[in-house]
């Protein structure tokens, strides 16, 4: 399809400009850049009034996309940074230069450039809080192009093989639109993470591994989580999966007390308790920690490292599946009492916090009902954000607790540990996994990068040991990590088994292949796939021996020329009922179809045939161009005659 001409009406120049305008609107929608997109759709429409055209060349094409990254990231400095799968700093210069591209290339009437920046604008603006509204825009989106296409496109009167072709154009930009948004926001955690760590130059937070320390600010935004697969679960998953845990709080940092770190525990071999075996296939890198549930007793396949806290130290176990026996209940191991570490904070902090903790656990006498009433309290009255913001009156903490602030776990499990720590109950922070993501079919959980997860441990002298609480408000954690979606149903989950299966042997051929390839070569899949390709090739290669004998009775090699004798073969036998006799020639042959359908359908038969044996005895050389011409005249002819009942031949 080419490009509109320039007799276009005002009005008409408008509908052009739809695609555009619903794509600015959708970024607007979803990120709440108006600031940016409010002033760009009214020059639109002042443009498309006014009748303004720009003379489209490489030149300015580069000059928009220049003026878009300038404008997008000017907007990071007066507006709140846009929520993206990688960093504001990148994705907001991004987006200003495919709005500047878009643009230019509509007021240039370049309509199918103008339409592809605009879709990838929409791809990258999708899957946020908003996608309510953000679904009735793109469907503005979409009926805005059609609207174009047959209002000023004149598909009505350049035919149907046009529609079709423009229906493919759309569906192709569309498509790629969503699948790009798809492919984004599934590979946040191998790329987008690496861009978000070299452009900040700070710890990401969500990784496969807890960084050594966690970091508390007063104005902070998380990158959401990616869906990267770390481990797969098979039996029972566990709520949480222990990676680290942290018992020094300085007022702004939780790290690792030097007495637990250099603490060497031993796992006991057995119990009272009644064991179950949860096996942990490992599909990524995940540094120096195995994650493992509270109360795993063994570990068959690796021996690992049990470090205060009761974590696991054991590295690279990339591609193995390792075997963990736990108890029945997720529950820590009985140890002594800990010192006065776990009730430490700054003087200054405890001071701010004391009257906030005695308040909310006025009405609990014991560690445990306090720990209950600040859970609860977080649960009821807070909402779960990737963009933190305490900046106030006294210590980020202070400042959450005090006006509710919105934050995410790190944050929630920090301020009840200190705020359990000011009423001299002892806690700490724990980090590791909360998964999900569990397929019904195969009982299978995969672990994702998005599940990484903070909580806290409170130890209960009444029980000898510590105890798990969750702050967390999980109502609104997973909206704000994209994870409110509907069941999978039998076929996505059929899906996500064999997609859960590809990835351990993927893991397993990349970091152990040699392990992989012999369990791969001892499992019973393996004998009968290759049982499978056994017979497969059996019946391929009698097939071409069928062919082969076909072509040698036929008297030729030329496979062509063999092709277009069989098709004359099933033609006389589809549109006349004549199938050769085993001793009957080609000639008599022609004499039954002559005498069953008369003369004019025979000559045809006659042509071919003299045209088949010329190339085949002489060896005259051929395409068998003639020859398929010929048959399909003899199709057609036999078509023609009309059958007994009336009715035209097949």
Not at 199 to 210: K, L
Not at 402 to 422: G, I, N, Q, V
Request: proline fraction near 6%.
């Amino acid at each position: 399809m080419s490009e509109p001409s320039d007799n276009v009406s005002r009005y008409g120049r408008l509908v052009e400009l739809l695609p555009v305008f619903a794509a600015l609107v959708v970024h607007a929608v979803a990120h709440g850049r108006w600031l940016l997109c409010a002033p760009v759709m009214v020059g639109l429409v002042w443009a498309g009034v006014s009748g303004v055209r720009v003379s489209y060349s490489p030149a300015r094409l580069l000059i928009a996309g220049a003026v878009g990254v300038a404008a997008g990231a000017g907007m990071l400095w007066v507006s709140e940074p846009p929520t993206a799968p990688f960093p504001p700093n990148i994705f907001g210069p991004l987006c200003g230069a495919l709005v500047g591209l878009s643009v230019l290339c509509a007021l240039g009437r370049n309509r199918y450039f103008a339409w592809t920046y605009a879709c990838l604008l929409v791809a990258l603006s999708m899957r946020v809080r908003e996608m309510q509204a953000v679904g009735w825009v793109l469907g503005g989106l979409v009926l805005s192009v059609l609207l174009v296409a047959f209002l000023e496109g004149g598909l009505g009167r350049t035919g149907p093989r046009a529609a079709v072709g423009f229906g493919v154009f759309v569906v192709l930009v569309l498509g790629l639109s969503l699948g790009l948004t798809r492919t984004i926001w599934a590979s946040e955690g191998v790329l987008m993470d690496a861009v978000y760590r070299m452009t900040s130059g700070t710890n990401a937070g969500a990784g496969s591994e807890f960084q050594s320390q966690v970091d508390l600010r007063s104005l902070e935004r998380k990158p959401r989580g990616s869906e990267r697969p770390l481990l797969v679960l098979s039996g029972a998953a566990p709520a949480r999966l222990r990676t680290r845990v942290f018992d020094v709080f300085d007022g702004s940092r939780w790290t690792t007390s030097k007495e637990l770190a250099e603490q060497r525990l031993e796992l006991p071999s057995a119990g009272a308790e009644k064991e179950r075996t949860l096996a942990l296939t490992v599909l990524s890198p995940l540094g120096a920690w195995l994650p493992a549930p509270a109360g795993t007793r063994a570990v068959e396949g690796v021996r690992p490292e049990v470090r205060g806290g009761w974590v696991l130290k054991a590295e690279e176990l990339e591609g193995t599946t390792l075997a963990l026996r736990t108890g029945e209940q997720e529950h820590l191991l009985p140890e002594e009492a800990p010192g006065d570490g776990l009730t430490a904070l700054p003087e200054e902090l405890r001071e701010e916090l004391r009257p906030l903790a005695e308040e909310l656990t006025r009405k609990a006498s014991t560690p445990r009902e306090k720990a209950r009433a600040l859970e609860a309290y977080f649960h009821d009255h807070f909402e779960y954000s990737l963009y933190v913001d305490l900046r106030g009156e006294g210590s980020p903490l202070a400042v959450m607790v005090r006006e509710k602030r919105a934050a995410y776990c790190t944050y929630f499990a920090s301020a009840m540990a200190a705020l359990l720590r000011t009423v001299d109950v002892p806690a700490r922070v724990v980090g590791g996994f909360a998964p999900e993501d569990n397929n019904p079919l195969t009982g299978a959980t995969l672990v994702r990068e998005r599940d990484a997860h903070a909580w806290v441990e409170v130890f209960l002298a009444d029980e000898g040991r510590f105890v798990a609480f969750d702050p967390t408000p999980w109502r609104s954690r997973d909206d704000a990590l994209g994870l409110t979606q509907e069941k999978k149903g039998f076929f996505g989950n059929m899906v996500g088994a064999v997609g859960t299966f590809l990835r351990e042997v993927g893991a397993g051929l990349r970091y152990q292949p040699l392990a992989q390839a012999k369990a791969l070569v001892g499992s019973p899949v393996f004998g009968v796939l290759a049982a499978g390709v056994l017979l497969w090739r059996l019946r391929v290669g009698k097939k071409g021996e069928r062919k082969k004998e076909q072509r040698e009775a036929m008297g030729t090699r030329d496979v062509r020329l063999a092709a277009v004798y069989a098709r004359y073969l099933k033609t006389l036998k589809k549109r006349a009922g004549l199938v050769p006799k085993p001793s009957e020639t080609d000639d008599e042959l022609l004499s039954r179809l002559r005498a069953a359908k008369g003369d004019e359908v025979a000559e045809v038969a006659a042509e071919f045939l003299a045209h088949y044996r010329e190339a085949r005895y002489r060896g005259v050389p051929t395409g068998a161009e003639r020859e398929t011409v010929l048959v399909e005249q003899l199709d057609a002819k036999l078509r023609a005659i009309p059958s007994p009942s009336g009715r035209g031949a097949g």
